[in-house]
């Protein structure tokens, strides 16, 4: 081979390197043309700023970005602190009412109650009232409540449970008969919400001479000495629960 074909040799593969690398710098530029630019005001290693809040926003906070509030994720965390039920201790005769507490005063707040009794679903009542009459005794009740701040659903607060106690029985004295013997007999009555079984008894001071069945609620009255006027005792009516009732009667001796 002549010296002549090696020299053009060499410069046909200088030419083919010279391609080569100019192909590869192309492709480096044409990367680095369509990569997204960093931005320029984050430093190496800080992270990415976050979006403001669902609060920020409804709390006036610029966001920078007009981002409407009403586009963005529900308010978390709750802005509920507690919920309350008044009466704290229910029985069968009381409407249960739900007392929300809250330290937010930004927007307008509504409330949305879901009741349950024994963990199911009280479908047709939606205000903060459980009235009574749809639970009885045993029984457990929650409420969940949503708050919708200027129409922005909120997280859901879930209450406590409370459990309806026993209802005290009614007491009222309905006969007054005078025997011959100056023996007198009072009858007195309960009724129980319950319908547990209710007994009798009588209260001090208790009048001399005066005794009651605790199971009939009948009192007979044996005065060491008939006197007309006026005389005024106290009785109760306790269930089997300890609900007591107490109450003061009178009844006249002509």
Same mark, same amino acid.
């Given at each position: 081979?002549?010296?002549?074909?090696?020299?053009?040799?060499?410069? $046909?593969? $200088? =030419?083919?390197?010279?391609?080569? @690398?100019?192909?590869? #710098?192309?492709?480096? *530029?044409?990367? *680095?043309?369509?990569?997204?630019? !960093?931005?320029?005001?984050?430093? !190496?290693?800080?992270?990415? &700023?976050?979006?403001?809040?669902?609060?920020?926003?409804?709390?006036?906070? +610029?966001?920078?970005?007009?981002?409407?509030?009403?586009? @963005?994720?529900?308010? &978390?965390?709750?802005i509920i602190k507690s919920v309350r039920f008044t009466p704290e201790d229910p029985n069968i005769l009381d409407s249960i009412k739900a007392e929300v507490s809250t330290d937010y005063d930004h927007? /307008?707040?509504?409330?949305?109650? %879901?009741?349950?009794? /024994?963990?199911? %679903?009280?479908?047709?009542?939606?205000? +903060?009232?459980?009235?009574?009459?749809?639970?009885?005794?045993?029984?457990?009740?929650?409420v969940f409540v949503t708050p919708f701040v200027d129409g922005i659903k909120g997280h859901t607060y879930e209450s406590r449970?409370?459990?309806?106690?026993? #209802?005290?029985?009614?007491?009222? %004295?309905?006969?007054?008969? $005078?025997? %011959?013997?100056?023996?007198?007999? *009072? $009858?007195?009555?309960?009724?129980?919400? +319950? /319908?547990?079984?209710?007994?009798?008894?009588?209260?001090?001071?208790?009048?001399? =001479?005066?005794?009651?069945? &605790?199971?009939? =609620?009948?009192?007979?009255?044996?005065?060491?000495?008939?006197?007309?006027?006026?005389?005024?005792?106290?009785?109760? #009516?306790?269930?089997?629960?300890?609900?007591?009732?107490?109450?003061?009667?009178?009844?006249?001796?002509?």
């Open positions: 081979m002549s010296t002549t074909k090696i020299k053009k040799t060499k410069k $046909q593969r $200088q =030419g083919y390197i010279y391609i080569l @690398l100019g192909i590869i #710098a192309l492709s480096l *530029l044409f990367y *680095l043309f369509l990569r997204k630019p !960093v931005d320029k005001k984050m430093s !190496v290693g800080e992270p990415p &700023k976050s979006s403001p809040s669902i609060l920020e926003i409804i709390a006036g906070k +610029d966001t920078g970005k007009g981002m409407p509030a009403r586009v @963005l994720e529900e308010i &978390k965390p709750s927007g /307008n707040i509504i409330y949305e109650y %879901l009741w349950e009794i /024994n963990n199911k %679903l009280v479908t047709d009542i939606k205000g +903060d009232t459980l009235p009574a009459g749809i639970f009885k005794k045993g029984d457990a009740i929650r449970f409370v459990v309806i106690h026993s #209802a005290p029985p009614s007491l009222d %004295l309905i006969e007054t008969k $005078q025997k %011959l013997n100056n023996t007198i007999e *009072l $009858q007195l009555v309960s009724k129980d919400p +319950d /319908n547990d079984k209710v007994t009798f008894s009588l209260e001090e001071p208790v009048i001399k =001479g005066m005794s009651i069945d &605790k199971e009939t =609620g009948k009192i007979i009255y044996k005065p060491e000495k008939k006197e007309k006027g006026t005389y005024k005792f106290r009785a109760s #009516a306790t269930d089997i629960d300890g609900a007591k009732i107490t109450k003061t009667f009178e009844f006249k001796i002509d």
